[in-house]
């Protein structure tokens, strides 16, 4: 086995999940941020996501990788560490470090205990001489570098920030923003950035993506009123809320929503929280790039973007990018 140390919890409190959901369904748009999506139940229910017909992200990132990981791998030195911030069950990763040696130390950061977990398992047999250090916190956190570096060994000069999956997408420009810019301070003056992002393509590509025949995304997505009845003693009645995924085109993303099917009032710890017929709780953002509108949200970060690697169709993009 390697050689892995215990999981650290590094920045996630309690009472958090409480306040962020009554503060977003306070909003007037009401809202709720999507990495709470990651109980048990939703890691089990994205894993099935991405293996859906319809849901070209994951399948076409991963035939990237099947590409050209070995040339990746080529442009990078020896002795990285690498981190891998929201790494869920850590498969992409196994292609990098396949074709890396001596990889200092590989630092998987979640929030959900339940897909760090699963990559643990998955990867810690793959790779018996690498150095894992799970950590278990929120990489949207204001003090997430100072946290994170306290709690791992980093070298502060060359590390990898492995970012796949289009996770930056999650996130409105400003916020993209700030991640990168904490990225960019992770890697160190050295180090590497590498981002997979999903690419702006036909309408319909994208709005089936997030809204199989199979009903799986909408699971998925009425799994978080699940977990607010679980463990924030809710009383959300599933049936009452439907699934939509709608494209934005102003801001060049999708958007899913939860749509109240009446009006009717939902007790939160106490709470009540009142929906009109048809209004909407906005759980997800899945913003899409266009190779130049990236390059200038990077640059925003003091990245530069150096090398890029895509499918044939130009569904989805592997960014390098160093700090500037
Ligand atoms: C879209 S999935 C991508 C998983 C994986 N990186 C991949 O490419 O298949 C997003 C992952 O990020 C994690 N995540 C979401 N928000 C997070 C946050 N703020 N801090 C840490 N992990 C987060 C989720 O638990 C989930 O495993």
Redesign the pocket.
Known sequence: MSQLTAIKQCNITDTEFLTDVLSGLAQQQKTLP??YF?DDKGAAL?EQI?SLKEYYV?RT?LAILEDYSKAIANMLPENLSIIE?????G??VAYLLAHMSNVNTFVP????SE?LNYSLAHLSPLFPELSISPLL????HSQMVKQLTKDTSLDSQTNLVYF??S?LGNFAPVKAIEIMNNFHRLCGVNGYVLI?IDLVKERQVLLDAYNDKAGITAAFNKNLLQRINNELNGTFDLDNFSHESRFNEQHSRIEMHLVSKCDQSVVINNQRVDFIKGESIHTENSHKYTLESFKQLAGQANLNLERTWQDDSNYFALCLLRPQ
């Open positions: 999507c990495k990651y994205f991405t994951t990132e911030p929201g790494c869920g069950s498969k992409k950061f979640e929030i959900s897909m916190g929120d990489f949207t796949p999956g996770t997979g």
